[in-house]
């Protein structure tokens, strides 16, 4: 469903990414891993095409309409309610009030319906931009980052939205640092260390591998393994 083969990216003399490849399969949560300023945003930025790339190519099974995109700019509307936010998405699709509706139940923002954008926390306007993201129940869901501003409650409800939805058939492209939301919410991972693809393949046989660790979520001991710095910077 999602497919890099040997992209390069550079910034001018800087080399961001350096011949990544790998393919996130139809229905699954695949996980991108990597400190800040490793490559996962630009990767992101890639396959939705708000980049070009500099060399090699790169697939994504499902057109713009049928895909979600939460990245770090939220591009809400700040004067406009949840509820109407969400409004202006939905009338572009077609989607009705009982789902819009539900879909801030979801993220827990249904007591937050008429409150307006600038009177939400950075958590809060998280929450709202992952509703926009998947209200039209998208073949491809990309997430930057979805739960870097959450409380554990809140993580863990966003964490069901998104298992609920690849049993519905969407393939989710997750960027992330935290080796235990990656431990349990993907099927597959690729860890990335300056723009380079360092590992890949099933979070508990990456372990095994390695044999890091007494338990399976301590993804940091193999990074440091790999590449001799710390996941988490």
Do not use: W
Request: aromatic share 6%; hydrophobic share 40%; charged share 20%.
């Amino acid at each position: 469903m999602i497919q890099m083969t040997n992209i390069v990216k550079r910034f001018k003399e800087q080399t961001v990414l350096a011949d990544v490849s790998f393919e996130a399969k139809p229905g699954e949560i695949f996980g991108l891993l990597g400190p800040s300023g490793s490559g996962k945003t630009t990767i992101i930025n890639i396959l939705t095409g708000q980049l070009k790339a500099d060399g090699g190519s790169y697939f994504v099974g499902a057109p713009p309409l049928q895909t979600g995109v939460l990245l770090d700019d939220d591009g809400l509307y700040p004067s406009l309610s949840c509820l109407e936010n969400l409004n202006v998405f939905a009338t572009l699709y077609g989607i009705p009030q009982s789902k819009v509706k539900q879909t801030l139940k979801d993220v827990g923002l249904g007591d937050a319906a008429k409150k307006a954008v600038t009177s939400l926390s950075k958590g809060m306007r998280q929450r709202l931009s992952i509703a926009r993201a998947v209200l039209h129940e998208p073949k491809v869901l990309f997430l930057d980052e979805p739960t870097s501003a959450l409380d554990p409650a809140t993580a863990k409800g966003i964490h069901g939205l998104i298992q609920n939805l690849c049993k519905n058939g969407t393939t989710v492209f997750l960027t992330t640092h935290n080796m235990e939301e990656a431990t349990k919410l993907c099927n597959h991972i690729a860890m990335l260390h300056r723009g380079k693809i360092v590992e890949h393949g099933v979070p508990r046989e990456i372990c095994e591998r390695y044999n890091a660790v007494k338990t399976v979520s301590d993804l940091e001991s193999v990074f440091i393994q790999l590449t001799g710095e710390e996941l988490l910077v």
